[in-house]
């Protein structure tokens, strides 16, 4: 579907609660489903991806029940989970593939998972080959989607380094570490997100930390529980990085996560010059608070391997930020944007240089040199079917004075199904 977008002269000014984070909306059905009793998700994200996981456990036979706002979750316990009749359908999301690979990996039948075109080009490997060692049977051709995931009474203990920076590796292994025929050991090289840690213990279980190692214990007994999801960093973002950019901007977004395991775009935009504050600081099972955006002139920034977990789904917004940025900015060891939704730096990269940014493309990274005017393009803008590359270059258009088509402009509802519309509402002309 092709959407129109308008553009400039505007700026973004109010306030804005953004929606529930796409990272705890998943968990909150994967811990509510574990635990005994009934947990409850107020500010549930209901975006495509995690309509896919409530759809996935409730044909593994898990009571949920959803209002506006609000996902409740009757749990079931690993033992308590029912023969799907159908294929499990994961669409678009990574997330839900990988951790409910290792959630999946120790049950009496048999099960295939299956996604859109997108999903089954993504690598598997990276979940699949620590689970085989594990004793974990999954039948795939060149570790990608179709799936089946065999039947299986054990599961070994595990001792491994995590070789990609992946949250959603971790919390697969952790959540077949749970089932377990003993203790295991998961390190990380570089900290990656850390919800299911942390919801994990709200939940009741318990972890030992030492470092970037984990010790996961199995036969954990977790108990439901009432949880508000924060706001989620990566979908205030957008709105950041747009009043950041629009001069004379001045925005609000209340109750944003966080976790400083998801940051990582609110420092590189303060170490690009630009005007954040956080306030009202809460901490429940995750902190949160709001943030104060005012617009300001970016200055470049050198992003390498050690910062890129923590900005992992923003970089295409920093990307763009870079581009109206005085000077150079340089991005490095970020690889792993080229098995996302779509190749990130190949899509990133075409989509700005279209528009007149200047954007040189490595194999792990981009070099952008600003600032450049961003113009009119022959032709459409494309997010290739990508949610984040979509949300991103609508805001882009705001930085032109031209309007402009953008072909499948629906990839946002993935994570974010109101954002045109939240945006428009926000801009002041
Ligand atoms: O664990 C998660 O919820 C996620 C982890 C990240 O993926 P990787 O683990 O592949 O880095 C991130 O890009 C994704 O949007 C959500
Ligand atoms: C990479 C993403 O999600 P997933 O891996 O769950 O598809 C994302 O939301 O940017």
């Known amino acids: 579907m092709d959407k129109e977008l308008t553009s400039g002269p505007a700026v973004l000014k109010g306030t804005c609660a953004v929606p529930g984070d796409k990272s705890i909306s998943h968990r909150s059905v994967m ?38 706002d609000t996902v409740t979750i009757q749990g079931v316990g690993l033992k308590g989970l029912k023969p799907p009749k159908a294929d499990l359908d994961m669409g678009n999301s990574g997330t839900s593939t990988r951790l409910l690979l290792g959630l999946l990996a120790r049950q009496p039948f048999a099960m295939t998972f299956i996604g859109d075109d997108s999903l089954s080009q993504r690598p598997m490997g990276r979940v699949l080959n620590p689970l085989a060692e594990m004793g974990a049977q999954v039948t795939a051709t060149d570790d990608r989607l179709p799936l089946t995931i065999q039947a299986n009474a054990h599961l070994k203990p595990l001792d491994y380094t ?19 025929d003993g203790p295991s050991h998961l390190t990380e090289k570089l900290a990656t997100r850390d919800h299911t840690e942390r919801m994990l213990q709200y939940f009741g279980g318990h972890l030992e930390k030492d470092g970037l190692t984990l010790t996961v214990q199995p036969n954990q007994t977790l108990t439901g529980k009432d949880l508000t999801v924060p706001g989620d960093p990566s979908s205030a973002a957008f709105f950041v990085a747009a009043a950041t950019l629009l001069a004379g901007s001045d925005l609000t977004l209340t109750h944003v996560g966080l976790n400083p395991t998801r940051t990582g775009f609110l420092e590189v935009i303060g170490q690009m010059n630009g005007n954040i504050s956080v306030a009202n600081l809460e901490t429940d099972f995750e902190p949160t608070g709001d943030l104060k955006i005012k617009s300001a002139d970016l200055t470049g920034i050198t992003l390498t391997k050690e910062s890129i977990p923590s900005v992992i789904d923003e970089l295409p917004l920093v990307v763009l930020c870079a581009t109206q940025a005085q000077g150079v900015t340089e991005i490095s060891g970020a690889e792993e944007l080229r098995v996302k939704e779509t190749d990130r730096i190949s899509t990133v990269v075409t989509e700005l240089t279209k528009m007149g940014a200047k954007i040189e493309e490595k194999p792990d990274g981009m070099i952008i040199t600003g600032p450049t005017p961003l113009h009119k393009v022959q032709g459409t803008l494309n997010s290739y079917g990508d949610h984040r590359i979509a949300m991103m270059l609508m805001v882009a258009a705001l930085l032109t004075k031209d309007d402009f088509t953008l072909q499948q402009a629906e990839a946002i509802a993935v ?15």
């Open 31 to 68: 811990l509510g489903a574990l635990a005994k009793g009934t947990t409850t998700a107020k500010h549930f994200l209901f975006s495509a991806d995690c309509l896919h996981t409530i759809a996935v456990f409730k044909a593994l036979g898990v009571p949920i029940e959803t209002t506006e």
């Open 162 to 180: 995590i070789p990609v920076a992946s949250a959603q590796v971790k919390s697969a292994l952790i959540f077949a570490a749970l089932q377990a």
């Open 415 to 429: 994570s974010y199904p109101d954002f045109y519309d939240d945006l428009l509402k926000l801009l002041v002309k």
